[in-house]
């Protein structure tokens, strides 16, 4: 009822204007959707509309549900997930953050010292476990024409690079992956994702991501750990750092199979090493970090041109032991598809929204 309450004051309120480049609020998206829904635009509609919109804040889970429980049908539910998934890097409005001032130096020392203390020992003490990871697979697939070996001009799908800044994104698959955690470190051991997937876009061949605690450890050392804010999740009060790790630690290498070698029918791996930097989430009063983000140091010239990636952490209990592991995670990869032969023409965007369940002890069966 309090939705249905909070959707019909909405509804009463005046229809403001919204930007014309696409490029909105969350408060301009309510809007617009309220505005739609006045004008009984149909769900065809309404996705159509939403496809293109860039949100400048991030799309909160909370908000996430009241905008789907007032959708206007199951298109317009999926392009509601996609604009999630594509701002969940980005800090939520200003009007949700606290306005409580930043901590001085000594505090955020403390509270510095306590996540990397809590991380470090629940990635010793945590033991080998294994769950299942659920991941909704989200791509566009275009068209071009080009001309073909006997001069007929043939039509490919899927191989057109988007045009400005347009990101229209469908859910194009959906599959489970067995995960396994060691230390703290994550590794796919199964996969039932379609291969197909590997036409549409080389994809990441290695899974492994570094440990949370060896992430906030390298960065310390560095010296490049610093205060951003507050912010509010679930409920939680929680003390927001950025955070840089020089590629130098070779701390993290991305992988992606596979591209097409210049001048030869030879399909290559792109493997290199990358900085990262990011943001982690920490509750200052038990030093658990609630949220990572990663983002690798790529270059434009790159095959990979992007790969953004947000986890969600939670705690669960095996066998009356309590440990914090994820709960869910969002990926944004941007890859050239063609490699050096067709740079800037051929380029796929991915998102990736995974949620984690069935925390086990290694080697028990998955259901």
Request: charged share 20%; with cysteine.
């Amino acid at each position: 009822m309090k939705r249905l309450g909070w959707f019909l004051v909405l509804l009463m309120l005046a229809s403001p204007a919204w930007p014309a480049n696409n490029k909105m609020t969350v408060q301009q998206l309510k809007d617009l959707l309220v505005s739609m829904k006045q004008s009984q635009k149909t769900d065809e509609e309404v996705s159509s509309r939403i496809k293109d919109i860039e949100l400048s804040e991030e799309l909160t889970a909370a908000v996430k549900s009241d905008l789907m429980f007032a959708s206007a049908g199951p298109l317009t539910s999926e392009q509601i997930c996609v604009l999630e998934a594509r701002s969940a890097m980005l800090a939520p409005p200003a009007s949700d953050l606290p306005s409580d001032a930043a901590p001085d130096a000594a505090a955020q020392k403390a509270i510095l010292d306590k996540a990397i203390s809590f991380a470090a020992k629940n990635d010793q003490q945590t033991p080998r476990l294994t769950a299942l990871k659920v991941v909704a697979h989200y791509g566009h697939i275009n068209t071009f024409n080009r001309w073909g070996s006997a001069g007929a001009n043939q039509q490919v799908v899927g191989l057109s690079r988007d045009q400005s800044d347009g990101w229209t994104m469908s859910l194009t698959s959906r599959y489970t992956e067995t995960v396994e955690f060691n230390q703290g470190v994550e590794k796919v051991t199964a996969s039932t994702a379609d291969q197909k997937l590997t036409h549409v876009s080389p994809i990441a061949e290695n899974s492994t991501r570094p440990a949370l605690s060896m992430i906030l450890q390298k960065a310390d050392e560095g010296g490049n750990i610093h205060w951003l804010r507050w912010e509010t999740i679930s409920g939680v009060k929680t003390a927001v750092f950025s955070y840089e790790v020089n590629k130098k630690n070779a701390l993290y290498s991305a992988e992606y199979c596979c591209f097409p070698a210049h001048g030869s029918a030879r399909w290559e791996p792109f493997k290199k090493n990358v900085g990262l930097r990011g943001e982690f989430f920490v509750n200052p009063e038990t030093g658990t970090t609630l949220r990572l983000v990663m983002k690798a140091e790529l270059d434009t010239s790159d095959f990979v041109e992007r790969e953004d990636t947000r986890i969600d952490y939670s705690a669960t209990t095996i066998d009356v032991n309590t440990f914090v592991v994820p709960a869910g995670s969002f990926t944004q990869t941007e890859v050239n598809v063609g490699g050096d032969s067709t740079r800037g023409i051929i380029q796929r965007r991915t998102l990736l929204v995974s949620a984690y369940a069935n925390f086990s002890l290694a080697g028990t069966a998955q259901k």
